[in-house]
């Protein structure tokens, strides 16, 4: 299982059947040699599917995108314009709920990076576009003694941290849009977090609550023995030195 999103069914969604597997490993294979047209209408079913499928089979298939898809939970519900909220409360100064409309109407801030899972896989130059976290941090008014913001997912399981500092990068993004259009469910929508440097499970998916900390509480994988400070190719055993 790939951690870069969330990994590990709870086992109470519906089952998949033996033929419907075998059927989608089957389609992912010949997508390998397939037309890029063709591999990006792959990548959209599998998306689809993969909403339904709690083996995470979906994840490990190939797609034009290069994304894998998981999650933590067996199901996620699904959020819209009519029942999204982004909260963010903790030690500020300003509580409040976000809309997506709210959100859209911040400036925006359009990031090109390689998209980077600590298991390996890789998705080169993937434009993610929305607000910068700091943004919503100084809106918020974070108080004297806060040193970290923790991030809580509407999965009802997932959650992530970052030190202040982290959090208050130019390439940390509360993202609206991958590739230039509006964020899929699939891959964390209709809001993530995005954190360019550093691996990609720190991207929380389907992100709902934005709390401001005294201190950095271990998020989902970091429980599950993956580091906390998480920059690509300087963490997990790749480099002693911490800084971005």
Not at 55 to 74: A, D, E, I, K, M
Not at 93 to 99: I, L, N, Q, S, V
Not at 226 to 244: C, E, H, I, L
Request: glycine residues 14%; hydrophobic residues 35%.
């Amino acid at each position: 299982m790939d951690p870069s999103t969330g990994a590990g069914p709870d086992g109470h969604g519906a089952p998949v059947g033996r033929r419907l597997v075998l059927g989608m490993l089957g389609l992912g294979a010949g997508a390998m040699a397939a037309a890029p047209w063709l591999q990006g209408r792959l990548e959209a079913a599998l998306g689809a599917v993969a909403d339904k499928d709690p083996t995470g089979v979906t994840g490990l298939l190939p797609n034009g995108g290069g994304f894998r898809y998981y999650s933590v939970t067996s199901s996620v519900p699904h959020k819209d314009d009519g029942n999204y909220r982004l909260t963010v409360d903790g030690l500020v100064d300003k509580p409040g709920a976000y809309r997506l409309a709210d959100l859209r109407a911040l400036p925006q801030t359009r990031l090109v990076r390689d998209v980077q899972c600590v298991t390996g896989w890789r998705v080169p130059e993937t434009p993610f576009e929305g607000v910068r976290l700091s943004t919503l941090l100084d809106a918020a008014g974070v108080r004297r003694g806060a040193k970290a913001v923790r991030f809580t997912c509407f999965d009802g399981a997932y959650s992530e941290s970052l030190t202040l500092d982290q959090a208050r990068r130019p390439d940390v993004l509360v993202t609206l849009k991958l590739r230039d259009k509006p964020l899929g469910h699939s891959h964390g929508g209709p809001v993530r977090l995005y954190v360019a440097p550093m691996y990609f499970y720190k991207s929380a998916k389907w992100l709902s609550g934005i709390t401001v900390t005294d201190e950095v509480r271990p998020g989902y994988w970091e429980e599950r023995g993956y580091d906390v400070d998480a920059w690509v190719g300087r963490s997990n055993g790749r480099d002693d030195d911490p800084t971005a």
